[in-house]
């Protein structure tokens, strides 16, 4: 029985090509043609959410952490600093404040003698680099005397790095300023702000910022984390996130007008990752929304992504307290979202449209679709779901809208959000899924049969977990990762179906993770790419505007393919996961071509199944990229064992 297929593959291999009239025993017979069904070039995308520390402490290049005091425990990542013979009193006060969504501020007094004062740890090690430049900044309000503020930088070792003098401060909150030159590379830096002489001084938004950011903009995004997400070339970026979108109750649930305008007017929120997992408690984590929807609409832009928010229903995480809004005083939430569509495409003219400009933005972001809820479920979801739907579309028709289809692949709670979005014409829905390797290289035909007529499919969430759900044993090897691609073959030979997916989470924090296996690993100094990062980068680096119609001629264990089509650079594209644990010999046919050009571009994964990569050996797998120079539209292909192979081709029909 034959295996039929809609894919586009590019294949690469190390192994040797041998040209032949005499086709192996299992054939790919891409039929290039014919002609497929068109499919969203930008279906492969990125999901962002703040967990792990993934934004504080991670993308938002800040490096102090608890900036502005405002921490339940105000002094959480600071230590006090005294010396034996200092004088004096350091205290955290709130009385005529910097800024009254942010009240507390640090008062420095000394009586003269040694200095005093405090120094932050970071984002579980402050990391500064040898030949940079940091800027360092305050808010500051003299209070007696003509004190002098002492900002040090000192290694992990207790070494001096660079020190700075500010002096003269005024009566009134004002904001001072100045730049450190580490002279040594440390990933575990200390910032120490100390006073001395006599006299007192009032502290708030202590900042340090890598003047080297994602092109260079002040208190920006950090570089080498924004570089490995542009090198994707996504489609689209979903954000803020997943759970912390609902919160742990609705009073803690993301509220996007909170998080623009001037960074120092931005309330903190606690995290819903702070305290979710027992065996992972992280009580310093907060979100100062320095990267607010205004940083994402802006991050989208800077990367070719369309960006694709979502915002809270009125339903809080229903793992937690399930806390619902009624439905008569949901009104807010749907004008929260109503205001959200004229933020990122009203004129400058308009209300919100206004506060986009006065960003620096007057242009608008090409907001084309928004997502309703996060995971939800059941019928209070669908009531709500109706309710957003039904205004949205009112004013704005052309809006794409994603909803939920709750937290699994395949029960009861999916199969019935499915039916209800069904009978409301819903535009996309969210489908999530983390589970074993097996689950996605037995579900490579998932899509074959959903309706075409229907809603369109977003696989928003999912990984493979080599141990089980949450658990602190799952890794990125590249197990995993071949496992993701196999399904991901399948996704793209329907892609008139599926329009978008997404690999969660994204960034984990080696020191403050939360959840386990993540795209993308980082600590205070660099960036580790995974085996699941290259199979992400290869589908997306790699992606088409039509399937191809491809056959595999007979079974063939842990074999998987897809074909698409680029017609602006007039290419094939043929996918091949080979999941077995010996190479295979397949004869390839690009039936209907009279002619391969060369060369062949051929980029190869492959290792062993339990790799993985780390700092030590961060290119353990990672892609290798080879040419075929004499090729014809017939030959037999020899894939490595555990592989993913990407070939790109030109073909004369």
């Known amino acids: 029985m034959k295996k039929i297929f809609r894919h586009s593959v590019f294949a690469l291999s190390l192994a040797p090509v041998l040209l032949c009239t005499k086709i192996s025993a299992v054939t790919i017979t891409v039929q290039t043609d014919q002609p497929g069904v068109a499919i969203n070039r930008g279906m492969w995308g990125i999901f962002f959410e703040d967990i792990n520390f993934g934004a504080d402490g991670g993308l938002y290049a800040e490096l102090v952490k608890n900036r502005g005091f405002e921490f339940p425990d105000p002094l959480m990542g600071w230590i006090k600093i005294f010396n034996n013979v200092a004088h004096g009193e350091i205290s955290i006060l709130d009385e005529q404040s910097f800024d009254a969504a942010n009240p507390h501020y640090l008062r420095l007094e000394s009586e003269g003698g040694a200095p005093l004062g405090v120094a932050n740890e970071g984002f579980r090690g402050l990391g500064v680099k040898s030949g940079e430049a940091y800027d360092f900044s305050a808010q500051v309000r003299n209070v007696s005397g003509a004190p002098v503020l002492r900002i040090d930088l000192y290694s992990s070792d207790g070494e001096i790095l660079d020190t700075v003098r500010l002096k003269d401060f005024s009566s009134g909150w004002k904001k001072y300023a100045a730049v450190l030159h580490p002279k040594t590379t440390d990933a575990k830096a200390k910032l120490y702000v100390q006073i001395e002489g006599k006299g007192g001084v009032d502290l708030d938004f202590i900042s340090l910022f890598p003047e080297h950011t994602w092109k260079n903009r002040p208190g920006g995004l950090r570089a080498d984390m924004v570089q490995v997400l542009a090198d994707l070339h996504p489609g689209f970026l979903r954000f803020p996130g997943g759970c912390i979108v609902e919160g742990s109750t609705l009073a803690g649930r993301y509220q996007w007008k909170k998080t623009i305008g001037p960074v120092e007017e931005r309330p903190l929120l606690i995290n819903r990752w702070n305290k ?238 939360q959840w386990k296996p993540d795209l993308i690993w980082v600590n205070s100094l660099g960036v580790l790419l995974t085996p699941n990062y290259y199979v992400q980068k290869m589908f997306a680096n790699n992606a088409g505007d039509a399937t191809v119609p491809l056959q595999i001629s007979a079974d063939a264990a842990k074999l998987f393919a897809s074909a698409t089509r680029d017609h602006a650079a007039g290419e094939i594209i043929l996918k091949v996961v080979n999941g077995a644990d010996s190479p295979a010999s397949i004869g390839l046919d690009f039936s209907g071509a009279k002619k391969i050009a060369a060369p062949v571009s051929v980029t190869t994964l492959a290792g062993g199944l339990n790799d993985e990569n780390s700092f030590a050996d961060p290119a353990k797998i990672a892609p290798r990229q080879t040419e075929l120079n004499e090729i014809s539209p017939r030959f037999d292909y020899t894939f490595p064992a555990h592989s993913l192979t990407v070939l790109r081709l030109k073909a004369e029909n």
């Open 276 to 513: 979710e997992f027992s065996h992972r408690p992280t009580p310093d984590y907060f979100q100062s929304f320095g990267l607010g929807f205004f940083e994402y609409f802006q991050l989208c832009e800077d990367i070719g992504a369309s960006p694709l928010p979502i915002l809270n229903c009125g339903m809080a995480c229903q793992f937690n307290s399930g806390e619902l809004c009624p439905l008569d005083q949901l009104e807010p939430y749907i004008q929260d979202a109503l205001d959200l569509i004229e933020f990122a495409n009203g004129p400058a003219t308009s209300e919100w449209g206004a506060k986009r400009a006065a960003m620096g933005h007057p242009q608008p972001f090409h907001l084309k679709m928004l997502g309703v809820g996060n995971e939800q479920w059941g019928q209070q979801y669908i009531d709500r779901y109706a309710k957003f739907a039904a205004a949205i579309k009112a004013k704005y028709p052309d809006i794409q809208l994603v909803s939920a289809a709750g937290p699994s692949p395949d029960d009861d709670r999916f199969k019935f959000a499915w039916t209800k979005l069904r009978a409301l014409n819903a535009d996309i829905v969210d489908e999530h899924n983390y589970a074993n390797p097996s689950w996605f290289f037995d579900n490579t035909h998932r899509y074959d049969h959903y309706d075409r007529n229907g809603p369109k499919v977003f696989f928003g969430e999912y990984a493979a977990q080599s141990d089980r759900v949450v658990s602190v044993k799952n890794r990125n090897n590249l197990e995993c990762a071949l496992a993701e691609a196999a399904c991901m073959t399948g996704l793209e030979r329907n892609g008139d179906v599926v329009r978008m997916a997404s690999y969660a989470p994204l960034f984990a924090n080696t020191e403050a993770w």
